[in-house]
């Protein structure tokens, strides 16, 4: 069989064409990728400095991702790709380790990953028939998951799965149990089956299916008021679960549903639901319902009734009356927490912040403590027995956090003031909640200065962490930020192994980026971005995305941001790859644009592999950018690539950037090709044609053939199509025939000459005498036109010895 090549050659010598050798002795079929600044063209001859020999290379920091996590993601992949799994103890080992070490949330990427790990284990066991993970080791991981301190940012469908596994998977140990003992006693058998529904309830309501927890709640754990007290405290508990769920997900008809149920089945009320009833229905700002269920009277844990409620269902229903403007029942609450002997500190608590809602002020509030002092003084002279009641932190910072919601920051530092008066120090609360209202307000030295006074108190709270993630975020920001303790934040925060936000991540690797910094970008990512699910990463991903993208970024340093998008993200999907590529285009930077392609080109999955919209873009910008080369190395993979098959959009492309790049007689070629395809030309190929006949000898003749087919078939001629048209004659030097078509052109196709058309007509003309007459015919005839050129400026070719080119936008789309 004669080889591609050997036809290649002999068409080219029966076309009378040259044949064209790019170098192939001095660099491979692929463009080689570099570290830093990849502008740099490959070196014909290796060289290597003595100096560099002795200097030491800084090593990245190797990537850290959470322990266990690897192998179950592999155990994802194998399922998905059909290959084979890694060794069951391998994974075992690996859920083990990953639920015991796991100090943040369980993301449904984690979960789901663990719920495939766990799949896989139960379709096999030991040589000896026992399972991989014990009963206990599930127990473990069941309440490590539903006790996890911070919630995941995402809740799919994961978590229920997973979780239903578990229990499924202990139900059957334990029947296995029962099997090879005598038979229990039918007591233990009722308290282990209520156990696992109540683990059902738990799971449903905190992951998203908590009106399937109340179906449970309904069938299993009816209050029977006779029944014994831990079986009384267990449903009760059971239907604050659920309760808590159904508020959670927020949906209002679901509440008053599940509302008329506890009426319905006469569950009592505890301190606890109606709390979480008046707090949802004061944010709800429905005032009536919050009364109502303030009203309401409530039993404790096992069922006895307690008059008082909760301090802070008072502080919500307080806070409620204020916004309501119902000043008269908050009075008589007020009244009624008052007709108490001594109320408890939580009833203080809540008439302080009642004042404050209704606008009494810092000296107020201070003869209302002093009123307190002295109650509880002559209290505790009549009865020893009365614990000692004064204002303490969490009276100042409840005070506070109700300013910052009022969005006064100046009220809150009179509040801190006020504390610290009465002789109250600040907590690591109060200093998170300054950070947060004066980050609110711009104050980033006053920000710097609360964080320096947390460090005394700070014991790593979410919270303040949360906020310590905030100011982070705010000095990146800040163009005049203080570097050096915008580091020592940061360091303080790895030393503490406290939770960096994504967010935090992005704006951290932005910042080194623009210093020039890339190690410490690196390492920084190395570090934090494979501990983030998908989602997560997505962040990071998509703030290196518009910072290369950003036209104030260098072009260094941009392509700086690529090589870590490509190397730690490598799910980047082809989406977000090609604005990337088209960026470097758009820089004049093609060597630099060729390396994306390639890397898409060379991609293991399909799933960001290069596509027919990759190659249309890469051909497109070497259109642009004029780069023979380059065009002539992607031509070449699209002929190798099976997966792209040819249409109208990518011809057009190809004929685009051989029309560029000075291969017209190529690039009609593609002409040929579109017309005897099915699919036919479109309007941007008739355009692209006309545009491929202004650089080749006889290339008049060319358009005009083409035109008189248009005419022929009865093609309407939009402004594009004739300017290409009349843009192909000028620039074959017809110079009277393009000046006949101009001075025609607004009675026959009613386009009025403006810069783009009278602009193409100029540039075309590529002889400076002619010239000189296109500028006179324009300024008589057309002098704003003519004054619009001037204004985008010109440059001249041959170094400044031939003609004049106006910075007029001429970029045709495939």
């Not at 001859?45 to 690897?70: D, H, S, V, W």
């Not at 040589?127 to 309440?143: A, K, N, T, V």
């Not at 927020?250 to 639901?273: C, F, N, W, Y």
């Not at 204020?322 to 008439?351: H, R, Y």
Request: hydrophobic share 40%.
């Amino acid at each position: 069989m004669p080889s591609h090549l050997t036809r290649v050659v002999f068409r080219s010598i029966l076309a009378n064409e040259p044949l064209l050798y790019r170098g192939c002795r001095y660099r491979g079929p692929r463009p080689r990728i570099f570290s830093q600044h990849g502008a740099r063209l490959p070196p014909q001859i290796q060289r290597r400095t003595f100096l560099n020999f002795f200097k030491p290379q800084r090593k990245l920091k190797p990537y850290e991702m959470p322990a266990g996590l690897e192998k179950m993601t592999e155990v994802s992949f194998t399922k998905h790709a059909a290959t084979r799994p890694p060794k069951p103890a391998e994974v075992a080992a690996a859920i083990k380790a990953f639920f015991a070490q796991r100090k943040g949330a369980f993301e449904d990427y984690h979960i789901i990953n663990a719920y495939n790990s766990f799949g896989y284990l139960r379709e096999s066991s030991k040589d000896d028939g026992q399972p991989w993970l014990s009963r206990q080791e599930l127990d473990d991981i069941f309440e490590k998951m539903i006790l996890s301190s911070k919630r995941p940012a995402v809740i799919g469908e994961g978590h229920v799965a997973f979780g239903r596994v578990i229990l499924d998977e202990v139900v059957k140990l334990e029947q296995k149990e029962r099997d090879g003992e005598d038979e229990k006693a039918e007591k233990g058998e009722i308290y282990f089956e209520a156990s696992i529904k109540m683990k059902q309830v738990k799971l449903l309501s905190l992951f998203g299916a908590a009106t399937e927890a109340r179906d449970i709640a309904v069938k299993t754990f009816k209050y029977d008021p006779d029944s014994s007290a831990i079986i009384r405290a267990t449903s009760l508990m059971a239907w604050d679960i659920t309760l808590g769920g159904i508020i959670r997900e927020g949906h209002p008809d679901e509440v008053l549903k599940t509302i008329e149920m506890l009426q319905a089945l006469s569950i009592p009320l505890t301190r606890r639901m109606q709390k979480r009833l008046v707090v949802y229905f004061a944010e709800q700002r429905d005032l009536e319902k919050a009364k109502f269920w303030y009203s309401h009277p409530t039993v404790g844990k096992f069922g006895k009734e307690i008059a008082q409620p909760h301090g802070m269902t008072s502080s919500a229903l307080l806070k409620a009356c204020a916004w309501g403007g119902d000043l008269t029942f908050g009075q008589q609450v007020v009244a009624t927490m008052l007709k108490d002997e001594m109320p408890a500190k939580a009833s203080w608590d809540a008439i302080f912040l009642w004042s404050v809602a209704i606008g009494k002020g810092p000296d107020e509030v201070d003869r209302m403590m002093n009123v307190l002092v002295r109650r509880n003084d002559e209290a505790r002279q009549k009865n020893p027995a009365v614990e000692v009641i004064r204002p303490d932190i969490a009276t100042i910072n409840a005070l506070v956090e109700h300013c910052m919601s009022k969005q006064d920051p100046y009220s809150a530092e009179r509040y801190i003031a006020l504390g610290e008066k009465r002789g109250i120090p600040p907590d690591e609360t109060t200093y998170t909640l300054q950070m947060q209202y004066r980050i609110s307000v711009g104050d980033l030295d006053g920000a710097r200065a609360a964080y320096f006074n947390l460090q005394g108190s700070f014991s790593g709270g979410e919270r303040s962490v949360a906020v310590i993630n905030q100011l982070i975020r705010v000095l990146c920001e800040s163009k005049q930020h203080p570097f050096d303790e915008l580091m020592a934040m940061v360091d303080d925060l790895h030393e503490r192994k406290a939770h960096f936000d994504p967010e935090t991540v992005a704006a951290l690797t932005l910042l080194h980026l623009r210093r020039g910094e890339i190690h410490d970008a690196m390492d920084l990512l190395q570090v934090h971005a494979y501990q983030y699910s998908p989602i997560q990463r997505t962040i990071i991903r998509k703030a290196l995305s518009l910072f290369i993208l950003d036209g104030e970024t260098s072009t260094a340093d941009a392509w700086d941001g690529y090589q870590i998008l490509r190397n730690v993200f490598a799910e980047t999907p082809r989406e977000d790859r090609i604005p990337v590529m088209n960026e470097f285009f758009s820089r004049n930077r093609s060597d630099m644009a060729c390396h994306v392609f390639f890397h898409m080109r060379n991609h293991i999955s399909q799933a960001y592999a290069a596509n027919r919209d990759v190659y249309v873009a890469a051909f497109t910008g070497f259109a642009r950018c004029a780069d023979a080369e380059s065009l002539e190395l992607a031509y070449n993979q699209l002929k190798l690539d099976l997966n792209v098959d040819m249409d109208t959009r990518l011809r057009n492309s190809l004929m685009l950037a051989y029309a560029a790049t000075g291969e017209n007689r190529k690039a009609l070629g593609f002409w040929s090709d579109i017309c005897e395809s099915k699919e036919g030309p479109s309007y941007n190929s008739i355009a692209i044609a006309f545009r491929s006949c202004e650089g080749m000898h006889f290339g008049a003749e060319h358009a005009k053939s083409i035109w008189k087919r248009l005419k022929e078939q009865d093609v309407e001629i939009d402004k594009t199509i004739w300017t290409a048209y009349m843009s192909a004659i000028t620039r074959n030097h017809n110079h009277e025939e393009a000046k006949a078509l101009i001075e025609n052109v607004e009675e026959e196709y009613g386009f009025t000459p403006d810069l783009h058309i009278l602009g193409s007509w100029f540039n075309c003309t590529a002889n400076s005498d002619k010239q000189t007459h296109v500028e006179a015919w324009i300024k008589q005839r057309y002098p704003g036109v003519w004054q619009e050129m001037e204004a985008l400026g010109h440059w001249v070719t041959m170094d400044g010895f031939g003609y004049r080119q106006y910075n007029i936008n001429r970029d045709l789309d495939p």
